[in-house]
């Protein structure tokens, strides 16, 4: 089945016209990089895919339904993560978002303590669950957010600029952990970032957003100094040696 599947879409904010006529589909077990400047609709793109912003025109089918019906099966981690409930514990936290993102910790049952231990496994964070918030490292809060969108099983893992302020150990780290638990639970996922690099040689498909259009393919394809230059407007060179792509920009 597609992930996702985009037919003449538009989609626009206000009057202004963020995507037109998007026209490609996603097979679903595919770990999707997803990439664009500033102000592309990346984002947008996202909350388009779980029903938060609407389309305006076109088709858009999620796991072969309107994005409305399936949100449950999506797992999100925002970009926008300034509010944090930094007087909760770990496990507290995740324990927030195990009956949807209502604020407060719910009434837990023994199957909900399950499933925290679960995703907490999943992400090799059973040593944060007790430690506050505050004393955690940004990384280590990035693990908590990845172990709270994987709550209840998604078959989709959307991960908005989860890279960010992370340092190249931590995003190595972070990665290497979403690619397992992506091949291990044949989850789609897609994630954006603005640091190609750590990326390109892991990922299954790059979606490219700009220019209020997409260029979707394999990174061999897609990655190419006329392709990037023209998305970034500015100077971009891609080095490809020993099965390996290298992203630099210079001016
Ligand atoms: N609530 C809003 N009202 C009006 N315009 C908006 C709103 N949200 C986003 N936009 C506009 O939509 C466009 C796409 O924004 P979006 O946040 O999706 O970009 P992005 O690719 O995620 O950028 P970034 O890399 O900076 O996160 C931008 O031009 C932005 O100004
Ligand atoms: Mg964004």
């Not at 390109?200 to 979606?207: E, K, T, Y």
């Amino acid at each position: 089945m597609n992930a996702v599947s985009c037919k003449e879409l538009q989609i626009r904010i206000g009057s202004k016209i963020i995507f037109d006529r998007l026209d490609f589909s996603i097979k679903e077990g595919q770990f999707v990089g997803v990439f664009g400047p500033n102000g592309a609709g990346k984002t947008t793109f996202f909350k388009c895919l779980f029903g938060n912003i609407p389309y305006s025109h076109g088709k858009l089918e999620v796991l072969g339904q309107s994005p409305i019906k399936i949100r449950g099966k999506i797992g999100y981690v925002p970009q926008q993560r300034d509010i944090f409930p930094l007087n909760l514990t770990g496990r507290a936290f995740i324990a927030t978002a195990i009956r949807g993102n209502r604020l407060g910790i719910p009434f837990l049952f023994r199957e909900d303590q399950k499933e925290i231990d679960r995703v907490l496994a999943l992400v090799d964070a059973k040593d944060l669950a007790q430690q506050p918030l505050t004393e955690l490292s940004g990384g280590q809060r990035q693990r908590l957010l990845l172990a709270q969108a994987l709550l209840g099983k998604p078959n989709i893992l959307i991960l908005d600029e989860p890279l960010n302020n992370i340092d190249p150990k931590w995003t190595q780290h972070i990665l290497n952990l979403i690619k397992h638990i992506q091949s291990q639970q044949k989850l789609t996922v897609f994630l954006s970032t603005h640091d190609l690099n750590p990326l390109v040689n892991i990922i299954d498909q790059v979606l490219c957003l700009g220019n209020k259009t997409a260029i979707l393919g394999k990174a061999k394809e897609v990655i190419t100094s006329e392709i990037l230059t023209d998305l970034y407007q500015t100077p971009m060179q891609v080095i490809k040696a020993e099965n390996r792509i290298f992203v630099t920009s210079f001016t």
